[in-house]
């Protein structure tokens, strides 16, 4: 297959890795082989002009929308359903070992908004619990810790970005008996977020809106007159 340059190549050294992992001196040649394969395909998609698109396979994410892919593009935190009780939990797919993990149960999944983002390093992930509060996970595991929860009664909590260049959050407060909608930045340590826009559900998009690259400003969307 290498010799004739075809891609079955790339799979049938990760067949040999996977199953016969224990021949050391097999799995190490297959090892360097796949990585060089692996690098010439990389050039070769960097020549190439357009999209590349791969299909990535979760069956227990197939009843929820919720997904994101880590920073690094190596792992994949979504929302996990199974037949038992909790029906949904935040899980996180490592794609090179092809591990799983639960990282907080009995998640809310019916909501049409993203309830969680990654940190910059990817190494922890921001979540809304409840009506109102922000917690933080460790990817690897671990008890969740409470980040911020919101004073007032009847305002839900959402995370939209997490900017690496001012350590901030940016989140939405939605206040469902008022109508409202403020977007604000709140610092990763905790504290009180700044409201930065403010206005009705009807002109504020609480779920689009992400920091520019060096987390100075921010884009979303507004309704104005029926434009957006």
């Known amino acids: 297959y290498e010799k004739l340059g075809k891609t079955e190549a790339r799979g049938a050294y990760s067949r040999l890795l996977r199953d016969y992992a224990d021949q050391l001196q097999l799995a190490k040649e297959a090892r360097s082989r796949l990585a060089k394969l692996e690098s010439i395909a990389g050039s070769m998609l960097q020549e190439n002009a357009g999209l590349v698109f791969r299909k990535l396979d979760v069956p227990d994410a197939g009843r929820s929308h919720q997904a994101r892919l880590s920073p690094d593009g190596g792992k994949f935190l979504y929302v996990g359903y199974q037949d038992k009780e909790p029906r949904y939990n935040l899980r996180v797919l490592d794609f090179a070992s092809g591990k799983r993990r639960t990282l907080v149960e009995n998640f809310n999944a019916d909501s049409a908004t993203i309830l969680f983002e990654w940190s910059p390093d990817g190494k922890k ?102 434009n957006v």
């Not at 609480?206 to 969307?221: E, I, K, T």
């Open 125 to 226: 992930a921001v979540y809304a619990a409840g009506r109102g509060e922000l917690r933080v996970v460790d990817i690897e595991g671990g008890k969740p810790e409470l980040l911020w929860a919101s004073p007032e009664k009847g305002t839900y909590v959402r995370p939209l970005d997490w900017s690496d260049q001012n350590r901030s959050l940016l989140i939405s407060l939605i206040n469902s008996t008022e109508n409202t909608v403020r977007l604000a930045v709140l610092p990763e340590t905790g504290g009180a977020p700044r409201a930065v826009v403010s206005g009705t559900a009807d002109e504020i998009g609480y779920d689009l809106a992400h920091f520019s690259p060096d987390g100075r400003l921010f884009a979303g969307v507004m309704r104005k007159e029926k």
